[in-house]
């Protein structure tokens, strides 16, 4: 019973820490820079989908997140990449590729 109980207890923190995230990364324009010194906009939407613009060329992805090892998957057509977000504020968040 007590394993059932902590299980559930991680459970609804995974989930939470979910949904949070959505909270933050959906429905907004992220812009992001680089080096590169392209316009990149990321927008991250609810249904899990990532409309991803550089330079006015628009890529369809898709995303989600992982809370077991708190990471974002983006999947593009022919590439995907697991990527560790840090959360400064609703406004601005790190992405660091994983490795």
């Known amino acids: 019973m007590k394993t059932y109980l902590l299980d ?4 609804y923190k995974r989930f939470s820490e979910k949904l949070d995230v959505k909270t933050i990364l ?4 992220w812009w992001v820079f680089n080096d590169s010194g392209e316009k ?3 927008i ?6 990532l409309i991803v613009s550089i330079n006015g060329n ?11 090892n708190r990471s974002l998957i ?12 840090a ?3 609703d406004k601005i968040f790190v992405l660091q590729k994983d490795g």
């Not at 991250?44 to 989908?49: K, R, Y």
């Not at 983006?74 to 977000?85: C, D, F, G, R, V």
Request: proline share 5%; glycine share 2%; aromatic share 16%.
């Open 8 to 11: 559930s207890f991680n459970r």
């Open 26 to 29: 959906c429905n907004k324009a």
């Open 40 to 42: 990149e906009i990321y």
């Open 44 to 49: 991250f939407q609810e249904d899990g989908s």
């Open 58 to 68: 628009v890529i369809n992805a898709n995303w989600r997140y992982l809370p077991t």
């Open 74 to 85: 983006i999947n593009e057509k022919e590439q995907s990449y697991m990527l560790h977000p």
């Open 87 to 89: 959360f400064l504020d």
